[in-house]
């Protein structure tokens, strides 16, 4: 079978147990601070295991694509070098949501895998491992499936801790957790091996293909572990390894799926296709930069930015170790779209952008690439040891962007190891730079948890009734709130928007009888809506009635403004292509703020262009039209996703016309011609290549115009002209100016001329040699300039050096005659001159320039060109 056939295989048997068909999340992690990366299947559903959402379905199935290449799930140092490690993978799962547990999840994993329907595998070849403890899911093997005790493995707590096991699965350090049955797959007794828990494991005998994970509980930071009220099955089946059993073959490298992968990369670099680990890496490579890229990651200096770049150089550096010249790395990207591009059509939709990316990258690179290489070279002749120094490590990587993982590539193919410890030392400084994943870390436990859920009643209505769930004070759940005291109000129904998808959370306040509670800000976790704020009065408990009032004004003018970051969104794909994907956005009650992926600076007639066209788009008075719909039909309409809000199967698809189709649970006007008007205010970069647009709207669009009319008018009235004349008049000014400029130069340079004569005299004669050194203050370098070329004329032999003090600041300029530079250089005046007065100078052997900022020591430097001239002849 070939792997897409795995892959739709694995999908179909689910859904005829039951289970709904669930698109792969994307790459970067929704509303998850914990992850770098999506690193497993189960992550998209991480919030069903903890309690904190409820889905129309309790079973799931599906295909994720998974990269681990930082943090603590972190392959990428051994790609290329094993069977089976990398950065990007597919992993099958199916999963219950507190539906069936041990025994069924158990079940279906054997028939998928040997009945004949299915995968067909033998059964006398599959071996199986339990947590020690878990006896039941032992007798569920041995007894009800049939599996001999001979080919099952209790592993225990092997990894010198309680409950760390190969066979004892955790989220993290906190969270839900336990125990998990793998099933391995025999290879032969050719391939060296043994099973699991026996001295030789790490063989390649003996294949890990599936995991089936038991969450029963959850382990507090205390270490302590607490039955969950709905235990949930978590599987996982790596496409790439089971794959390979069915393929027959040993390595992940030799099924179908890198087979051609493998072929692009050695076209591409101009190689032969003999299966290099440094061809792997490449063929890899592509996969996870790719995805990576389409999913919205751009290469940068820190965070997810930063992998990426590492991944990128990676694989270019094993490029031109195989030959590679110039940039080939993008040149793969057709190739992946033809292989994975069907399973995944974000990749046939981002293909241009995906390449235009890493052309960008490997160009960069390669201006840094032949220097550093160079420079490890030597420092490796000169290495004493089989240890590279963290301080070479890490000059490397601050000069010329080697990532340690590169220089330790290089460093293993010489067999010399890095200094780890020591770089760790150097980039102390330098934290900012997010080389691992510390940023994404998070005790769940700590998290505010609320079981109900509240009920959002603000799409139409901003007041209404509530009852008072649940209080928090300092993040502790409380049953009173008392005057003067922070807070945290949950409700079972309330109209307040939490903040979500780039639109903050209402403002307001909650009336219970003399007690008012001012909601500042409003946020969510799970399905509650937290309203933060102080009561200014009386006082809350739980399950009192309230009152609600969300501050219309400033939902109206929010509102306006994210309605419009819909339509600007639209428009800067019209105006700049396809590729522009949102990178995130901010939009309050003053104006919108919208980051996308782009590489260049946007020209003023594109700007112009977005402002025009949204501002059509406006005038068209379109109905905003909202429709609740399942995730692969609103995909179907055409629907974009927004950097940043997480879905779940139900979604909102928000229209405007047929102008802008995208997912969205914000708060929006009701027509687009309620905005008004959209002005944009500001353009810049925030990152490689991210730029920003903020805009104003309505109102605020409307006084930012007023201000500018009345500059205009301040402007006009200065020049003596109208707003309708504004440009004659400042042109007639600036070319006055611009003559007025000219007249002053021929002035000075007549003064200079007549000063020449004067100066000429003072000349004083040392061994044959006019030497002239004169201060005149107030003239500018080019003044300066024209008379020692004057001077040298009338001189004749000649050393001079004119000092000035211009602005606050010494203006320098030697000059030495042309029979004179083989011994006196006007470039080693100068020099001396120049740091007298706390500059630096130099120039030609018969001119140079410097300056300085000590004024008081002018004439000290100026002195010192007699000295020079009796010395230097």
């Known amino acids: 079978m070939k792997s897409a056939e795995i892959r739709?295989?694995?999908?179909?048997?689910?859904?005829?147990?039951?289970?709904?068909?669930?698109?792969?999340?994307s790459l970067i992690p929704g509303n998850d601070p914990t992850l770098l990366f999506t690193n497993a299947g189960m992550n998209q559903f991480k919030d069903c295991f903890l309690g904190q959402e409820k889905r129309a379905y309790t079973r799931a199935v599906s295909s994720q694509k998974c990269v681990r290449a930082g943090g603590?799930?972190?392959?990428?140092?051994?790609?290329?070098?094993?069977?089976?490690?990398?950065?990007?993978?597919?992993?099958?799962?199916?999963?219950?949501?507190?539906?069936?547990?041990?025994r069924d999840a158990i079940t279906y994993a054997w028939n998928f895998l040997t009945s004949e329907k299915w995968l067909n595998l033998p059964k006398?070849?599959?071996?199986?491992?339990?947590?020690?403890?878990?006896?039941?899911?032992?007798?569920?093997?041995?007894?009800?499936?049939?599996?001999?005790?001979?080919?099952?493995?209790?592993?225990?707590?092997?990894?010198?801790?309680p409950y760390a096991s190969d066979n004892f699965w955790t989220m993290g350090d906190t969270g839900p957790c336990g125990p998990c049955t793998e099933i391995f797959y025999d290879h032969g007794a050719d391939i060296w091996g043994g099973p699991p828990g026996s001295p030789e494991e790490d063989g390649d005998r003996y294949i890990e293909i599936w995991n089936n994970v038991f969450m029963q509980f959850n382990r507090t930071a205390d270490g302590v572990l607490h039955p969950l009220p709905a235990p949930s099955v978590d599987t996982g089946m790596g496409l790439e390894r089971i794959s390979a059993v069915l393929q027959h073959v040993h390595s992940n490298y030799e099924i179908d799926l890198f087979q051609s992968l493998l072929s692009a990369s050695a076209k591409a670099i101009g190689c032969t296709n003999d299966a290099q680990a440094s061809l792997k890496v490449v063929a890899d490579h592509i996969r996870s930069c790719g995805f990576l890229i389409a999913d919205g990651v751009l290469p940068s200096n820190e965070g997810r930015g930063y992998v990426l770049r590492r991944i990128i150089r990676r694989a270019c550096r094993h490029g031109n170790k195989l030959g590679a010249k110039g940039s080939f790395f993008y040149q793969i990207v057709a190739a992946l779209v033809a292989e994975m591009g069907e399973a995944f059509p974000e990749l046939k939709s981002q293909q241009a952008h995906i390449e235009r990316v890493l052309k960008a990258e490997e160009e960069q690179f390669a201006k840094t690439l032949e220097q550093g290489l160079k420079i490890l070279e030597q420092d490796l002749a000169e290495l004493k040891g089989d240890v590279v120094p963290g301080d070479v490590v890490f000059k490397l990587y601050d000069t010329y962007g080697f990532p340690m993982d590169l220089t330790g590539d290089i460093a293993r193919e010489r067999s010399l190891t890095i200094d780890e410890e020591?770089?760790?030392?150097?980039?102390?400084?330098?934290?900012?730079?997010?080389?691992?994943?510390?940023?994404?870390?998070?005790?769940?436990?700590?998290?505010?948890?609320?079981?109900?859920?509240?009920?959002?009643?603000?799409?139409?209505?901003?007041?209404?009734?509530?009852?008072?769930?649940?209080?928090?004070?300092?993040?502790?759940?409380?049953?009173?709130?008392?005057?003067?005291?922070?807070?945290?109000?949950?409700?079972?129904?309330?109209?307040?928007?939490?903040?979500?998808?780039?639109?903050?959370?209402?403002?307001?306040?909650?009336?219970?009888?003399?007690?008012?509670?001012?909601?500042?800000?409003?946020?969510?976790?799970?399905?509650?809506?937290?309203?933060?704020?102080?009561?200014?009065?009386?006082?809350?408990?739980?399950?009192?009635?309230?009152?609600?009032h969300v501050d219309a004004d400033v939902r109206h003018a929010t509102s306006l403004n994210h309605s419009a970051t819909h339509l600007l969104h639209a428009a800067l794909r019209q105006v700049l292509g396809e590729h522009v994907?949102?990178?995130?956005?901010?939009?309050?009650?003053?104006?919108?703020?919208?980051?996308?992926?782009?590489?260049?600076?946007?020209?003023?007639?594109?700007?112009?262009?977005?402002?025009?066209?949204?501002?059509?788009?406006?005038?068209?008075?379109?109905?905003?039209?909202?429709e609740e719909t399942d995730i692969e039909t609103a995909k179907q309409k055409g629907a974009m996703a927004l950097f940043g809000e997480k879905y779940g199967d139900s979604v909102r698809v928000l229209s405007m016309g047929d102008f802008s189709v995208e997912l969205c649970g914000g708060i929006h006007a009701t027509r687009t011609g309620d905005i008004g008007l959209l002005k944009i205010i500001s353009e810049g970069g925030v990152a490689s290549g991210v730029r920003r647009i903020e805009a104003l709207t309505g109102a605020a669009a409307l006084a930012y115009l007023n201000t500018a009319e009345e500059q205009l008018k301040e402007a006009a009235n200065l020049v003596k002209g109208s707003r309708d004349n504004l440009i004659d008049k400042l042109s007639a000014v600036l070319e006055r100016n611009r003559l007025l400029e000219k007249q002053l130069e021929q002035l000075q340079a007549k003064a200079a001329s007549a000063a020449g004569d004067d100066l000429s005299a003072s000349a004083l004669d040392v061994k044959g040699v006019k030497v002239l050194a004169v201060r005149l203050d107030g003239q500018d370098g080019k003044a300066?300039?024209?008379?020692?070329?004057?001077?040298?004329?009338?001189?004749?032999?000649?050393?001079?050096?004119?000092?000035?003090?211009?602005?606050?600041?010494?203006?320098?300029?030697?000059?030495?005659?042309?029979?004179?530079?083989?011994?006196?250089?006007?470039?080693?005046?100068?020099?001396?001159?120049?740091?007298?007065?706390?500059?630096?100078?130099?120039g030609r052997p018969d001119m140079a320039q410097g300056g300085g900022i000590d004024a008081g020591a002018l004439d000290t430097a100026l002195a010192l060109t007699v000295p020079f001239v009796e010395q230097g002849l």
């Open 8 to 25: 739709e295989a694995f999908l179909r048997f689910f859904e005829e147990q039951g289970h709904t068909r669930v698109a792969s999340s």
């Open 422 to 548: 020591g770089f760790e030392r150097e980039m102390e400084a330098q934290r900012v730079r997010a080389r691992s994943a510390s940023s994404f870390g998070m005790d769940y436990n700590s998290l505010v948890k609320v079981d109900v859920a509240t009920e959002f009643t603000g799409y139409t209505a901003h007041s209404g009734s509530a009852k008072i769930v649940a209080l928090y004070k300092d993040g502790q759940s409380v049953d009173v709130l008392s005057e003067g005291e922070e807070g945290v109000v949950v409700l079972n129904q309330t109209p307040f928007y939490a903040e979500s998808g780039g639109q903050i959370g209402d403002c307001g306040f909650l009336l219970a009888g003399a007690a008012r509670f001012d909601v500042r800000d409003t946020t969510k976790t799970g399905g509650a809506f937290l309203h933060h704020g102080v009561l200014d009065s009386g006082s809350l408990i739980v399950g009192a009635p309230v009152e609600t």
């Open 124 to 161: 006398e070849k599959l071996w199986v491992t339990v947590y020690a403890s878990d006896d039941e899911a032992y007798d569920i093997w041995t007894k009800d499936i049939g599996v001999p005790a001979e080919r099952m493995v209790r592993i225990g707590d092997n990894k010198g801790a």
């Open 581 to 626: 994907q949102q990178k995130g956005s901010l939009v309050d009650s003053q104006r919108l703020r919208f980051d996308f992926s782009h590489f260049e600076a946007i020209k003023p007639e594109q700007l112009k262009a977005l402002e025009d066209i949204v501002n059509a788009e406006i005038r068209k008075n379109s109905e905003v039209e909202t």
């Open 72 to 102: 603590k799930h972190n392959d990428l140092e051994n790609v290329g070098y094993t069977a089976r490690h990398h950065t990007f993978f597919e992993m099958l799962g199916n999963f219950s949501f507190g539906d069936y547990f041990k």
């Open 784 to 842: 300066l300039l024209a008379l020692v070329d004057q001077l040298k004329n009338k001189l004749g032999r000649a050393v001079i050096l004119l000092g000035s003090v211009h602005e606050e600041k010494v203006v320098l300029v030697a000059g030495v005659t042309k029979d004179l530079t083989g011994q006196l250089k006007a470039g080693d005046l100068m020099k001396q001159a120049a740091a007298a007065v706390g500059g630096k100078g130099g």
